[in-house]
């Protein structure tokens, strides 16, 4: 059954949490938390969601979840399924789930990820990318895009913000030939909860790397959150996609599947001018941004399935 | 010693206030002051509390203030029934409100008013700045625009000097009229309303039987608690409705019951109720959860949400 | 069924984790532990341990995937050494404070830089504060029982304390002796099944496990963690006195104290080179010098109450250990001091730091530390003039002690003490002459 508003569980297993007002993140794992079925375990590394969501004593999960290290989300959610599986008590519909930040997936926890996707461990490893190490006050990680001011990549005379691209954590997940690895962003919550659903019913490693949009960090109203993270996906600077593995898909190599494929980019410019951390990018920075997205989706419509 | 306790939301600039007056504090050498913040999990919107503490020997303790000659709301809403608790004798409580206060230690200043005007944004940190460089002995006019001038970024000097002006002035002639009032015998209602006060708007009360966290009345003891780091899932002891100075207001007759409210709140604090309209659904608003950040009302494409300011929606 | 076995220490233990029946394993080599993953991961794949057996790709993977199989109530073990032990050493302190009781070994390793791969305890003793019972074996028998008691003593609800069992490395390690083998059925009796109720996930009534706590509550939960740590002392006396009963091989609690009663000199050391230690005490009582040794064998819970009981008489203590904390002195002696200052004993203790990086404590050495120890008692060496600290090898006092006093004597000269006088010989002649040895 295709979920949606009406169809969602009135369940709410992340509630009562510390996140700012418009969080981004809090919303991706509220969704998925909804999607999961409530025997769902989660672990959560060192970042926003575990330090606004487990306060002793205001512990927001109503689900069994747990913290973990920084670097050790992947490996965590190994120990955990293999622990159950181990005693034979894991529910039939138990998902193992993991929900990790920009940095602890891209940065500090790619290791540990990468090894759990080797493994093919039957986990759910959901990344909420807001772009930046938000949970220590916006600093940059290799999630954060080119010409975002952080507190690290100032926005001066001589840098105007982050000197490097986005890392492309898709695409590398991808090519350990996962079975099945998603992107999505919170402002197109109904393409999430159906990719949810899928990798709750695939068996092995599942990824799923969603924009969630920090109002404090990206420099925008907290209203505007949930529009931001529609028009990144609309002017094309973040797409909606699906990779299945050989096994899944019977390719050679897995099979690359856009879940929508724009007719017309809405502007790049005017994504970036509403968001007060690109607010020092010239015009020349803009159009070379443009030319990047141009650059990818020219590579994504040649080379994936519409 | 000399202590200053600030509050606010985190974002409006407590601390920058609290790191500033220190600054004008100790810029001669006379005094030595220190600035810190309260350090939690909480975020933006949140209430937090930020410290000064200024005297003429270096200060040795680092401890938060928990009774001060000044202390001072950033935000009117904040301002809880018992802030009378945290005043040391002859102290006095700076609340950013447009309403005036009959108690003569409670002193009104319309900092977000004066701010707009002058920064173009509600942000009251250096009204109450300039309020204290009248109020405060330690701190002088031209001791807080020279640490607005060392402290802030060069773009933001002039429009906060002048800030800083206008509060003096508009403290100055507060004492003048809070004198003629007190004399006269007049009164006036007192602004905000208690921070954290549950509302009874929590959903658990309606007992929906969905799996969710709820709310407790009791901390634990720690011999219930303390042999592991594991306890029962989703045990709240707090309300978020304190972080909030607006709130969504739904107009029942408007809404379609599409529900994208619904779907799109990041804290879960719009359930599902059933409605008149077409749809047969509607939502209510746990206020006791509720940020206040309008995602909601942005995602309403019926114009059935709308945010008002939470002092208005409480006398409605 | 029980059977003896010439075992490496690697080997050794590799069976007594087969015997306490661990549900989840996560393994990474390193040098001189890879063995025993080796050998758990044969016994796995021949059916003989039924065992979740995960390759993770780090050790600080490693710890961490038993810390999530931990969280489910699952018995799990990984083991390492070295620098793999300070990798994961920020997930040791997980460990300990949600409470997991894992079980992990570390072969005792130098540590980087130089590299080496010898051994010596700096590893794990850099660690000590971290939240681990820490237990050091001295033989390969011990390192086997040890892998069984230290899952009673973990998962005993009043500690819930992870447990570390350390094995030199190489010395231990890869060192062949015989071993006996307890029978699985005796192993099943001694150790039931780990019940994790209370710090496990629960599908009926869900939890939330390891979450932050503010200031105010902080404490609460560091004074548990200490209380836990401190009732594995009463943990470990009820799983020897269980495994004495079940398996005929009685330990002696938290230290091993070796004619200590009338000791006028005792040395204090830790894990295989006790072997040498006594050996040469035993030597000093035949020639009639009242010679102890201490083995700690658990540094945490620290054995406090034991040794200052054991020091109580002794005229000078010396403390060996294969250890030092750069800037002061070896972490054993800091915390023997400790001990003796608490209970009001000014008995002088000089530090011996020796086999760093896995160079040899010799034979000659040991002779030349308790010699130290007896020149101290008798009065020959001023407290205040022997230095507090010395590297074998190096700078220590006992290496002017001990050169042999004729060719290939057992025993230790005095021709070397200070000032060279024969003042300090003692009644009779070496040890060689009075064996009537060439």
């Not at chain 1, 690359?256 to 724009?262: G, I």
């Not at chain 2, 002193?107 to 920064?119: F, H, P, R, V």
């Not at chain 3, 060192?175 to 629960?202: K, M």
Request: aromatic residues 8%.
């Amino acid at each position: 059954m295709a979920l949606n508003a009406k169809t969602l569980p009135d369940d709410e297993f992340f509630f009562g949490h510390k996140a700012c007002a418009g969080c981004g993140g809090s919303l991706a794992v509220r969704a998925a938390l909804k999607v999961l079925d409530p025997n769902a375990v989660a672990a959560l590394p060192a970042g926003c969601m575990s330090a606004v969501g487990f306060n002793f004593p205001q512990l927001s999960f109503a689900n069994n979840a747990m913290i973990t290290p920084f670097a050790a989300t992947a490996s965590v959610l190994t120990g955990i399924e293999a622990g159950l599986r181990a005693q034979g008590i894991k529910p039939d519909d138990c998902t193992v789930v993991g929900f990790a930040g920009d940095g602890g997936t891209a940065d500090i926890g790619l290791q540990a990820l990468s090894g759990a996707i080797d493994r093919n461990d039957d986990v759910l490893y959901i990344c909420y990318d807001n772009e930046a190490y938000m949970n220590t006050g916006i600093q940059k990680s290799s999630l954060t895009p080119f010409g975002a001011k952080t507190t690290t990549t100032p926005a001066g005379r001589n840098a105007h913000g982050c000197l490097t691209q986005k890392k492309n954590v898709f695409e590398i997940v991808a090519a350990h030939g996962i079975p099945y690895a998603a992107t999505a962003s919170v402002g197109y919550l109904p393409d999430f909860l159906r990719k949810l659903e899928r990798a709750r019913d695939i068996r092995g490693t599942r990824f799923i790397h969603v924009i969630a949009p920090c109002p404090t960090g990206w420099g925008c109203p907290e209203a505007d959150m949930v529009d931001v993270a529609r028009d990144i996906v609309d002017c094309g600077l973040w797409y909606l996609a699906e990779y299945e593995g050989p096994q899944l898909s019977g390719v050679p190599g897995g099979q690359f599947k856009l879940s929508r494929n724009p007719r017309e980019f809405a502007s790049v410019e005017a994504y970036l001018r509403r968001q007060g951390r690109f607010r020092a990018l010239t015009n020349d920075e803009i159009a070379q941004v443009e030319a990047g997205r141009d650059a990818k989706w020219e590579q994504i419509r040649r080379d994936w399935t519409a | 010693m000399i202590e200053v306790l600030w509050h606010g939301r985190g974002g409006q600039g407590a601390f920058t206030a609290a790191r500033l007056l220190g600054a004008a504090a100790s810029l001669d050498d006379k005094r030595y002051a220190l600035a810190f913040p309260s350090f939690g999990p909480e975020r933006r919107g949140a209430p937090m509390r930020a410290f000064t503490k200024i005297d003429t020997v270096q200060i040795g303790d680092r401890s938060a203030v928990s009774k001060a000659d000044f202390v001072i709301y950033l935000d009117g809403t904040l301002l809880a029934p018992d802030w009378e608790r945290e005043l040391k004798p002859g102290g006095i409580c700076l609340v950013n409100t447009a309403d005036a206060s009959d108690d003569p230690r409670l002193l009104a200043i319309d900092a977000d008013g004066l701010a707009t005007e002058l920064l173009g944004r509600p942000i009251p940190n250096t009204v109450f700045l300039g309020a204290l460089a009248q109020l405060a002995d330690c701190v002088d006019r031209e001791s807080v625009e020279e640490a607005i001038r060392q402290y802030m970024p060069a773009k933001l000097h002039e429009a906060n000097i002048k800030v800083v002006e206008r509060a003096i002035a508009l403290v100055q002639q507060a004492e003048v009229v809070g004198h003629e009032e007190a004399a006269a015998g007049e009164s006036a209602g007192q602004p905000g309303a208690a921070a954290e006060t549950v509302t009874g708007l929590h959903r658990s009360a309606h007992s929906s039987g969905a799996h969710m966290p709820q709310l407790f009345a009791t901390v634990p003891e720690p011999s219930a608690y303390a042999d592991t780091t594991c306890y029962a899932a989703g045990y709240l002891t707090q309300v978020n409705a304190g972080w909030r100075n607006v709130r969504p207001v739904l107009n029942a007759d408007a809404c379609t019951g599409c529900l994208q409210c619904y779907l799109y709140c990041p804290d879960g604090a719009i359930f599902k109720v059933s409605g008149q309209n077409k749809a047969g659904v509607s939502v209510d608003i746990d206020l006791d959860f509720c940020k206040g950040c309008g995602v909601c009302a942005a995602a309403c494409k019926f114009d059935a949400l709308s945010m008002a300011p939470e002092t208005n929606a409480k006398e409605a | 069924m029980r059977m003896k076995r010439f075992l490496s220490g690697d080997e050794a233990f590799a069976e007594g984790v087969r015997l306490a029946r661990p549900q989840v394993i996560s393994a990474y080599p390193i040098t001189p532990q890879t063995v025993v993953v080796e050998r758990l991961s044969e016994m796995v794949e021949e059916g003989q341990l039924a065992a979740e057996y995960v390759h993770v790709e780090s050790e600080h993977s490693a710890l961490s995937c038993a810390i999530g199989a931990s969280a489910t109530g699952a018995r799990t073990f990984t083991a390492t050494s070295s620098q793999g032990l300070l990798y994961m050493a920020e997930c040791l302190t997980y460990a300990a404070g949600g409470r997991f009781p894992i079980v992990m070994m570390n072969a005792n390793r130098a540590t980087a830089l130089p590299w080496n791969i010898y051994g010596d305890q700096r590893d794990s003793l850099a660690l000590l504060d971290h939240g681990w019972v820490q237990a050091y074996a001295q033989d390969n028998q011990e390192a086997l029982d040890l892998a069984l008691m230290a899952y009673a003593v973990a998962e005993d609800p009043e500690v819930r304390t992870p447990f570390m069992v350390n094995l030199d490395g190489f010395a231990l390690t890869h060192t062949y002796e015989s071993v006996d083998i307890p029978a699985q059925e005796q192993a099943d009796a001694f150790l039931p099944p780990y019940d994790g109720a209370g710090n496990r996930f629960d599908f009926a009534n869900p939890v939330n496990i390891g979450y932050s706590a503010g200031p105010e509550f902080n404490r609460y939960f560091k004074h548990s963690a200490h209380e836990g740590m401190l009732a594995a002392a009463g943990a470990v006396e009820r799983a020897e006195a269980r495994f004495a009963e079940m398996f005929g091989r009685s330990y002696p609690g938290l230290i091993e104290a070796v004619d200590c009663e009338d000791a006028d000199i005792v040395l204090v050391t830790l894990g295989s080179i006790a072997g040498l230690a006594r050996e040469r005490a035993a030597q000093l009582r035949a020639q009639g010098v009242k010679a102890g040794l201490v083995r700690i064998r658990y540094m945490r819970p620290f054995p406090a109450r034991q040794i200052v009981e054991a020091l109580a008489g002794a005229a000078a203590v010396g403390v060996l250990e294969k250890d030092v904390s750069f800037g002061a002195e070896g972490t054993v002696m800091t915390n023997v001091c400790s001990a003796l200052q608490q209970a009001g004993n000014a008995v002088p203790v000089v530090n011996f730091v020796g086999g760093l990086g896995g160079d040899d404590i010799t034979q000659a050495q040991m002779r030349g530390i308790f010699e130290v120890l007896e020149q101290i008692a008798a009065g020959r060496i001023a407290p205040e003039d022997c230095p507090r600290v010395g590297f074998l090898g190096v700078d220590s006092v006992a290496d002017e002690f001990g050169n042999p006093c004729c060719e290939g004597c057992g025993d230790a000269g005095f021709v070397a003490v200070a000032g060279g006088e024969s003042e300090g010989v003692r009644d009779g002649a070496c040890a060689t002459d009075a064996e009537g040895g060439r």
